[in-house]
């Protein structure tokens, strides 16, 4: 990366290295030593294929992180796969048992769109600052239990993904205003969902949730009124302005019930 990157000015707040060629970070703790202010740092669209722990210490008045438009399949949780990165990591110092964001304590927004990431380790929860994240355009199964943790989120793009459920702790993002789950794989919604108490704009078109939450005459555990869908409590509580649902295989009878619970929001199918 050291001959792909060149800085001209001193006081550097906005770095810009879209399109460099840059397929590994060897040389980027460097740069933040040398630029402690640095605010911004697009790194998107390159050839990055992972992000060995450490790779940002030193960047702790980083604000915006691109990263999307490559090719990053994991994310170091603090004990890496032995690969050359890691040797290189271990020579200098970085140690195997950090993670690949630490050091980013005031990082508030994250681009990871278009990479081919299929989990996110629990120490992504750390990333606590984080008011934007956008995650879509994976290869994502699942979410980590830490990512509750991630309370001062205000919006998360994370469709198109493979996602076939939320944690518990999805709930706890008390903060989120925005969400897009369109394109996955999601058959339920965890009961916690219901608690996203500033959410205003939801997206979760082209899923599966007709499986779980249509209505039928057989008796299912844990439902309190065989006609009315689980689906209207895991909505109803919710500050919507606007709600995708199309594509899921819903009843026409289901749908109803969820606009009848949420006569301010507009239900587009």
């Known amino acids: 990366m050291g001959d792909k990157l060149k800085i001209e000015h001193p006081n550097v707040v906005a770095l810009n290295l879209l399109n460099k060629e840059i397929d590994d970070l060897d040389g980027l703790r460097e740069v933040g030593r040398r630029y402690p202010d640095l605010r911004q740092l697009n790194l998107s669209n390159n050839e990055i ?16 992180l691109g990263l999307a438009y490559n090719a990053i399949t994991n994310l170091s949780d603090g004990v890496h796969v032995i690969t050359p990165a890691f040797m290189r990591a271990k020579a200098e110092g970085r140690g195997p048992l950090v993670s690949s964001f630490a050091g980013l304590t005031a990082l508030q927004r994250l681009y990871l769109s278009m990479n081919n990431l299929s989990s996110l380790p629990e120490s992504f929860g750390g990333l606590t600052g984080l008011k934007m994240l956008w995650l879509e355009w994976n290869d994502l199964s699942s979410l980590p239990e830490s990512f509750g943790d991630l309370a001062a989120l205000e919006e998360l793009q994370i469709h198109t993904n493979e996602l076939r ?15 897009l789950l369109g394109r996955n794989k999601l058959n339920n919604l965890p009961a916690s969902f219901n608690r996203l108490a500033s959410l205003s704009y939801l997206v979760l078109s082209n899923n599966y949730l007709g499986t779980t939450y249509n209505i039928s005459w057989v008796e299912r555990p844990g439902w309190r009124d065989p006609t009315i869908s689980p689906l209207v409590e895991r909505l109803r509580d919710l500050p919507l302005h606007k709600l995708h649902l199309g594509d899921n295989g819903l009843q026409e009878k289901v749908i109803n ?7 301010d929001a507009m239900v587009g199918l």
């Open 165 to 179: 459920s939320l944690p518990e702790s999805f709930g706890n993002l008390s903060a989120l205003k925005r969400l």
């Open 49 to 64: 294929k992972e992000i060995p722990g450490g790779t940002f210490i030193g960047f702790s008045n980083l604000e915006e």
């Open 257 to 263: 019930q969820v606009k009848a619970a949420l006569p």
